[in-house]
């Protein structure tokens, strides 16, 4: 399916294990979008400046061949966007039905290469999945990705490529959740005619891509939960207990794939919502015990140190690593060396650079939420 694996690649795992690749290091989209942040260098850089990624856990994400990427993708797009990479310039023809060149998916020089790792990270935590365990995929997550064309800075979907790699092998009856502040259109797309695809998205109200409609339901498996801006995590615990736990139990999925985009904490630029990095880490948390099978991905995430902070932080409650009040040099010393990359964005404050947990950012649970969940729960 993949290049370049070998048989230590694919061994099934005895712990969590965690997929990354050096092509994010110094990957940018460009200096005017958001994705010219680092994010996955920076996991990998904290969890080992804190000593939680040796060797045996750390696996490097293959790149998936054009020929696996057409198990989604059309062939015309993957030749496209291979093309495009390869001559730095798309054609208008090219950039008005794929998408390609445009401002949310920019020409940039990893543009193939980039999200083929993460689709070939997510295709072999597939394999390395076969016998249940726990795998961490950070550069996953494109939930936006269509099959003939980019969206929202997504060029593959490397979750849907995922889930039917899982599928393939036999793993078929699988929950999808996704906490990214954006809704998980490209995923919806993809399985909405199969129930055995559960599908919940928790999502910004009145953000792009403006689907996800809580009346939405595709052919019953799919729960979408529109959220009004301030979100908080007394809330995501409610909508945690009211919709996503009972769902998933219900659905009794060999396998649970959490996107857990970490767009929604209050610091992202992108969304108006102000979880703490505690609510995706009690997601993740509540969710592993409900499956022998668990992948979690990362997403959205455009503040260089609260996506790094928050996909270290849920790789240490995967791994069994508690987390230290404050962090040591060697880690802070990751976070310090961050930056922007461009625009007028303030400087980080004190604690995003000296502490991976945020403090809580408990309030009041709103009617919307509680009207909202018990339509839900109604169905
Ligand atoms: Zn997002």
Known sequence: MSERQDDRQTTPPSGPLFIGSEIYRGSSYGVGHPLRVPRVSTVIDLARALGWLPAERYRTSPRATPLALT?????DYIAALQMAEAEGAVSDAVRARHHLGTLSNPVFPQMFRRPATGAG???????????????????????????????????????????????????????????????????????????????????????????????????GNAFNLPVPKGFNDTEMRAVLDGLILPRVAAHAPQAVVLQCGADAVTEDPLSRLCLSNNAHRAVVRALSPLSPRFLVTGGGGYNPWSVGRLWTAVWADLAGQPIPDRLPPQAQAVLRALHWGGGARPPPDETLLTTLADPPREGPVRPEITDRLALLAAR
């Open 71 to 75: 198990a989604w993708h059309t062939p």
């Open 121 to 219: 990270g997510m295709m072999l935590a597939a394999q390395l999945l076969r016998d249940g365990g726990v795998v961490h995929v950070p550069g996953g997550g494109t939930h936006h990705g269509l099959p003939d064309r980019a969206n929202g800075f997504c060029y593959l979907n490397d979750v849907v490529l995922g889930i039917l790699a899982l599928r393939h092998i036999g793993i078929t009856r699988v929950a999808y959740v996704d906490i990214d502040a954006h809704h998980s259109d490209g995923v919806e797309h993809a399985f909405a005619d199969v129930p055995d695809v559960l599908m919940i998205s928790v999502h910004e109200q009145g953000r792009w891509p403006f689907t996800g409609a809580l009346g939405d339901r595709c052919s």
